[in-house]
């Protein structure tokens, strides 16, 4: 299975998320990335099956 890239901007933007909600209330940091991460995964999912829907939508541009 592929996992997700981030680029430097979204990766920095991520880390500021985890830690907002760490100081928010203990251990939410921790239930916030794994949400992140199976949302990811779902998207990676999704478009591994469908791949020829995303390029015919690139393609309308």
């Not at 909600?21 to 591994?48: I, N």
Request: charged content about 30%.
């Amino acid at each position: 299975m592929k996992h997700a890239r981030f680029v430097d901007p979204t990766k920095s933007e991520l880390l500021a998320e985890i830690s907002y909600y760490e100081d928010k209330e203990p251990g939410l940091s921790g239930r916030f990335l794994a949400a992140v991460q199976e949302a990811t995964a779902r998207a990676l999912a999704h478009h591994a099956r469908r791949l020829c829907y995303w390029h015919g939508r690139m393609d309308d541009r």
